[in-house]
């Protein structure tokens, strides 16, 4: 699940998801999960698919998914998991917020209007 989330296989995706019932949430290394994988490489269909997924849950350094959409500037996911719940005050390790992860302007933006 977290691999094909990696590299945007959307229909292995959706078939695990859909046909198989596997768990979302489920950790792999560094307690990463599938929405964190998909946010981190810019996957948005996948993050479509994973609509139930857990956006919550942080990796081992309390990475968030919202936490790496921002800091590799991929809007459209940042857009995704804010309209999924996704809360934009979560701290990393570091003490940062999403919009403090980010040096797009147009996303820390985005995040800070939902922090309103």
């Known amino acids: 699940m977290i691999w094909a ?3 945007g296989r959307l ?3 959706h078939y ?4 198989r019932g596997v768990d979302m949430n489920v950790r792999g290394y560094l307690g990463t999960t599938a929405a ?4 981190r490489c810019g996957q948005v269909n996948v993050l479509l698919v994973l609509q139930g997924a857990v ?5 081992d350094m309390r990475q968030f998914p919202l936490h790496f959409a921002a ?8 857009q995704v998991l804010l309209e999924h719940s996704a809360n934009p ?3 990393d390790r570091k003490g940062r917020t999403p919009s403090m992860d980010t040096a797009n302007d147009e996303i820390r933006t985005l995040i800070e209007s939902y922090m309103q």
Do not use: S
Request: include cysteine; aromatic fraction near 6%.
């Open 71 to 78: 800091c590799k500037q991929h809007l459209e996911c940042t």
């Open 5 to 7: 989330a990696n590299a």
């Open 11 to 13: 229909e292995t995706v």
């Open 16 to 19: 695990l998801v859909k046909q």
């Open 89 to 91: 005050y979560v701290l």
């Open 36 to 39: 964190g994988r998909a946010a």
């Open 55 to 59: 956006c919550y849950l942080c990796n």
